[in-house]
Each structure stands twice: as structure tokens, then as C-alpha cells.
T-cell receptor, first 113, second 110 residues
Framework: NAGVTQTPKFQVLKTGQSMTLQCAQD?????MYWYRQDPGMGLRLIYYSASEGTTDKGEVPNGYNVSRLNKREFSLRLESAAPSQTSVYFC????????????FGQGTRLTVV | GENVEQHPSTLSVQEGDSAVIKCTYSDSASNYFPWYKQELGKRPQLIID?????GEKKDQRIAVTLNKTAKHFSLHITETQPEDSAVYFCAVGGYQKVTFGTGTKLQVIP
């Protein structure tokens, strides 16, 4: 039982490059989330998926897209990376949206140069 | 949307002393209030949570209190130990999503 697994762990991109962060959970959770973590800013919600087949914008969605591929997988895509997207990204999942424990992946440290 | 404020941003205590972290929120419909601990370089992990129908919850050295009327809740850590040093996040849950506070860096000085 791996919990929430996200890849890659580290990534360096050049400005304008694209990439997809992958996330998968094996806990049969309905809801999945993508957060970014910046110093002094806490965890800010980028996008979330309350259930399979639905996605919604969070607090800071600009520059990102997501796909809820199936119940297990939720990917985050940066179409044209910018230095402002340098951050640590966390995927998380929870059994029910909004009011149950969130389980986090190990994080992806992304640097855009 | 929900607005969560967390104070203080940094907190230093002597080992054995108590630490208190406070959060306020804006949406009176919110009904779930978890606290997460994040050690350096690690992922956030839940340490305690409380729901809106409960005023206080305790688990060994940690406790959370909730005042729904005033829309604030607090984390209390007693008899602090060096391994309590970490960043603590409050969060507020409601319909569909959870909003996090900006975090408190707790340093326990041996």
C-alpha cells in the first residue's frame, strides 16, 4: 500500500518548456488535489478533483492544466513553464472532498530557469 | 472563498514549555479543522483534527480547541520536545476543498 505517489521528485525546466507531473493513489479515494508550496505562503490549491470525471480551479490555477485520468490518477501539466512556477508541488488525496484527512505525496521540487 | 489566517509565523520555545498556534477563518459553513505537521524536506501529515460539532479534542500532548462563534481554532502542544520542531499548518475544510494557513515554524530549544 504505497499511498500517494508522485513523479518526478526533482525537475529543472527551461522557461517555455512543458512538463506533466504525475500522481497516483491506491487508497480508493474520491478526491484529489494539487498544491504548490512557496516559502511563507503555505499550501495553495492549484486544482482539485472532487470525484472522477470532475475538475475545478483552486486558488492559483493560471498557467496549469489538470487531467483526472481515472479514479487513481490526477496529473498536472505546465504548458509553458515560467520562473514564477518554481516551487514545491504536492499532490494529495482524500476519501471525501473537503472534510476528511488529506494524504500527501512526497512532493516535486521544480525549478524553472 | 475561504480565508485562513495563522499566527504566529515563527515560534521558539524551551523544551518542556507549551506552544500555542492560532488560526482564524471566514466561512461560517466550514466544518472540518485539521492540523498538519511538516518536517524539513518531508510531506505534510495529519496530527489532529476536529469537527464543528466538537469544542475540544486531545491526543496525548496535543490538543485542538474550536470556537465556532468567533471562527477561530488553536493547536496546543504541551511538554514540547525537540522532535516537535517542524512547520505546522492549520486547515479549514468545507464543501469540496480544504484551505490551508500559511504555516508556523516551531523551534523547540533543548
Amino acid at each position: 500500500n504505497a499511498g500517494v505517489t508522485q513523479t518526478p521528485k526533482f525537475q529543472v525546466l527551461k522557461t517555455g518548456q512543458s512538463m506533466t507531473l504525475q500522481c497516483a493513489q491506491d487508497m480508493n479515494h474520491n478526491s484529489m488535489y494539487w498544491y504548490r508550496q512557496d516559502p511563507g505562503m503555505g499550501l495553495r490549491l492549484i486544482y482539485y478533483s472532487a470525484s472522477e470525471g470532475t475538475t475545478d480551479k483552486g486558488e492559483v490555477p493560471n498557467g496549469y492544466n489538470v487531467s483526472r485520468l481515472n479514479k487513481r490518477e490526477f496529473s498536472l501539466r505546465l504548458e509553458s513553464a515560467a520562473p514564477s512556477q518554481t516551487s514545491v508541488y504536492f499532490c494529495a488525496s482524500s476519501k471525501v472532498e473537503g472534510n476528511t484527512e488529506a494524504f500527501f505525496g512526497q512532493g516535486t521540487r521544480l525549478t524553472v530557469v | 472563498g475561504e480565508n485562513v489566517e495563522q499566527h504566529p509565523s515563527t515560534l521558539s520555545v524551551q523544551e518542556g514549555d507549551s506552544a500555542v498556534i492560532k488560526c482564524t477563518y471566514s466561512d461560517s459553513a466550514s466544518n472540518y479543522f485539521p492540523w498538519y505537521k511538516q518536517e524539513l524536506g518531508k510531506r505534510p501529515q495529519l496530527i489532529i483534527d476536529i469537527r464543528s460539532n466538537v469544542g475540544e479534542k486531545k491526543d496525548q500532548r496535543i490538543a485542538v480547541t474550536l470556537n465556532k462563534t468567533a471562527k477561530h481554532f488553536s493547536l496546543h502542544i504541551t511538554e514540547t520536545q525537540p522532535e516537535d520542531s517542524a512547520v505546522y499548518f492549520c486547515a479549514v475544510g468545507g464543501y469540496q476543498k480544504v484551505t490551508f494557513g500559511t504555516g508556523t515554524k516551531l523551534q523547540v530549544i533543548p
